[in-house]
Structure formats: structure tokens, C-alpha cells
């Protein structure tokens, strides 16, 4: 035991010295490179940023407090959320479909929208805040929750059946220790995005915090400021990850199972169109009744809140509705051009980077540090910052909407290679197979599930890139006409802009899914079940 113990805490310490390493390096390039460019007022050196942070902690520290409590706030309750609709869909199967269908368009409101909306209904205070981040969060722990609750062997139900025990004991015993490896995944995913989502709500008109501070360093041109709230924020978000990730290794003790299941045939009922248009329709009548009950149960003031009636006749049949349509398409179309890249390069790099992790895990231990401080970077204050760098136009946009969806697609990608059972590679071992070997036939099938599920749930964090930096940065696309129509007060435009946004963020979901849905039919069929 001894023998096998020296290796692995050599291993670790070799891991460790890396780590170190590489984040000295980082902190050496980024010191050199913010005194290249003194005077650019564009970058600000570690040192600046340690000696502001200090000579105004008391200011730091309790905007950090702020943000930090609704934070945490946002983050349990859109964790229990998210708990909640995946009890209601194991519970309920016929239901799934619907619960998720709901969720889904929930989490595709734009939050640039939807934070204004938010302060309205709830005036000052936190409320805007603590409901942004639960939004942000709680479909990040939804889709790998309902992946994990699926992730067990069929004979492990078998074997409890032979018992004659019921659902219950299924649930408890099997599928939550199942689930247990994807939603830690989600946690770590969801533990920034809280952040981030505090954060847009205190954009809105909030008294304190770290966005409030934000918008004082923008307005400013404070790069000190700037550099040194982006740290802070991202200083804690690495925290919480890391924090879950230990209490996952502290838990998960056990390897993978092996899944094996049957292919499933495509029925007629999964490929015909009646049966998916009933689904679609489900869902839009669902929504259109919490939307018409929510107003009629509030009551808010009509020129605030608008109902699909009042949205579909500025659209269709009021006076200028064919300008309307003419200016929100003109908008959506600036969008695209940049929505798209920069999903598909935050995808390839996410998962070309967990693979190479994986061949090469002596790199891990250098650039996960570095991946996971930059997704912790709230995107409140990077869009600026790259947008200095890197100009208003194209390239700055996609950069900062595929750094939005490479993060989630890594670490989901990273859990799923390593949910590669080790008694199939001990198999192809036997045989003399090699790293690619292994890969290939092991390591990728195993990792498509939890690829599609980020894949899936990149769609609206792209939307919400791309609509933050157009609405921070460039003053193009949707996400600019929504900050325009919130400070004209022009509320009609504004919700056509949430419903126009959240349909077609639900279409691109629905896209993959189908995408998802005929590859793991062959990969991964216990998911289709």
C-alpha cells in the first residue's frame, strides 16, 4: 500500500508545483505587459490592483459583501428550483417534457431585459438581484441533474425490483448516487453564474454593491477600479468552484458504472411531426398562461406590463408595426453575425481543451486555473476591458461569447471523459490499446452526454454574451435596442425584444436537442429512456 500511496502524493505535489508555476508565469506576463502599456489606460498591473484593493478595502469589501449575499441567495434558491423540477419530472415522466419545456424558456429570458422589468415590479432593494441570479443558475443544475438521474445501469433497477422494493428505494438508492458526479458538474457551472447574474441586477438601479461600482469605473474610465472589482469577483468565484469541487472528491469515492443498453429504435411517435408540434404547443400555451395569470393576478400598470395580446398587435396590426418588425430584424440580424462563431469557437475549445486534459494531464494542472479565472470574470466587467483590447467590432464580440459557453463546455466535457468506466479501458489495455485507442472508443462515447447537455445550455448563455456586450460596448443588435428601449421607457419594444429573443434562444435549444437526441439514440441510449 505504502508503494502505491508514493506515487500518487508525487503525482500531487507534481500537480501543485505546476499549478503554482503556471500562475506565477501568468502574474509575471500580466505585471511585464501592464507596464508596456503604461499610459494605454487599458490594463493594470497585479501590484496596482493589490495596492487599490488595499487603500480602499473598506469600499471593496462591503460591495463584496452585497453582491456576495444576494449571490449566495440567487444560488440556493435557484438550486432548490432546479431540485424541485427534477423531482417533479422524475416523479411525473409525462410531465417532463412540459417542466423542462417551461424551465427552458424561464432561462432563455434575456437578463438585459429582464433585469429593468425586474426593478420595476420590485422596486428598490435586493429582489432584482437575488431573482437574476436564481435565473442564472437554476437550469445550469437542471440539465445535468435529469442526465444524471438516467446515468445507471439497467440492472441495478432489475436488482432492486428482485427485492420487491418500490420507486422510493430506486430513487434513494440508485439514481440520486447516480446523479450525485452531474450535479456537483452543474454546482461548479452555476457557482460564477450566480455571481454574474448579482451582479447584472445591480446594473439595473441597485444602491450597492459590486455592480454599482462597475458602472462608477465605466463612467470614470478607472481602470485601477476596473481591474481590481474584475479580481475581487473572480477571486471568490474561483473559491466557490474550487470549494465544490472538494466536497465532490471528498464524496465521490466511487468509479464509474458501466451503462450498457440496447439502441433505441426511433419510434414514430419521437419522429413525427404531430407528436413534436403537440409538445411545442403544450409548452407555448403553458407559457402563455403564466404570463396572461401573472398579470391579471399582480395587476401592474399597463403602460409596464404588456400581455401577448398587447405584444402580437405591435408586431401584426398597430400602425407601425411593419417599422417595428423592420427594426427589431435590422437588430437580430447585427446579432447573429456574431452570436454564431462565438458559440461554435466556445464549444470546439471547451471540449478540444478538456480532451487534451485528459491526454495530456500534466497541462491541466497549468491552464484549469487560468480557464476557471476567466470564466469567473463577471462579463459585466470583461466586456469593457476586451473591447479596449480588442476593438467594438467583430472579433471582441465572439471572444466574449465564446469565452461564455467555454467554460461550462469544458468542465461538463472534463466530467464526462472521466466518467469513462476503467474496467472497458483496463479491456482495451489488455489488448495493447494506446492513449487514442481509448479515446476514441471509450473516453468520447462516454463524454457526449454531458457535451450535449453543455452544448444545450451554451445556446442562451451565448444570448446572454452577446446581448451584455452589445448592450455594455458596442451599441448594436438586440441587446443595445433593449438598453435603449428600457431608458426610453418604451416598453412595448422592450418586451417584443424579450419574446423575440427567448423564441428563437428556445428554437436553438431545441435544434441541438434534436441533434443530441439522434446521436446518443446509438452512443448513450439510457439517456433516451
Known sequence: MSGLAQPAAATGAGSVRLTGLGLALVLAGWELSARALSGAFVLAAPSEVIAYLIANRGLMFRALGETLGNAAAGFVLGNLAALLLAGIALAWPRSQRLVTGVALVVFCLPL???????????????????????????YTTLVPLLVGLRAAPASWFDLVASYGRGRIATLVHIRLMASLPYLFAGLQIAAPAAFLGAMVGEFTGAERGLGVLTTRAMRALDVEMTWAIATLATAVSVLAYLAIGALARHALKDAPPI??????????????????????????????????GAIALFGPNPFFAKDPGDVLAALITAPDAAATRATLGAAMAETAVFLLPGYAAGLAAGAGLAILFVLVPAVAGTVMPLAIALRSVPIVTTAPLIVLFLGRGALGTIVLVAVMVFFPTLVACLHGLRQAPGQVIDVLDSYGAGQWQRLLRVRLPAMLPAFFAAARMGVPASV?????????????????????SASLSDYTMLWITVLVVTGFSALGYAGVGRLETRVLRVYAPEQLA
Request: proline share 7%; glycine share 12%.
Open 464 to 484: 446572454l454574451a452577446v446581448t451584455v456586450v452589445e448592450w455594455l460596448a458596442t451599441g448594436k443588435g438586440v441587446g443595445s435596442l433593449m438598453a435603449l
Open 112 to 138: 438585459v431585459a429582464t433585469g429593468p422589468i425586474l426593478r420595476v415590479i420590485f422596486g428598490p432593494g435586493n429582489g432584482p438581484q437575488i431573482v437574476l441570479a436564481a435565473l442564472a443558475v437554476y
Open 259 to 292: 451503462i450498457l443498453a440496447p439502441p433505441r429504435a426511433e419510434t414514430a411517435a419521437d419522429a413525427g411531426p404531430v407528436r413534436l408540434l403537440a409538445r411545442v404547443a403544450g409548452v407555448s400555451l403553458a407559457i402563455l398562461g403564466l404570463w396572461w
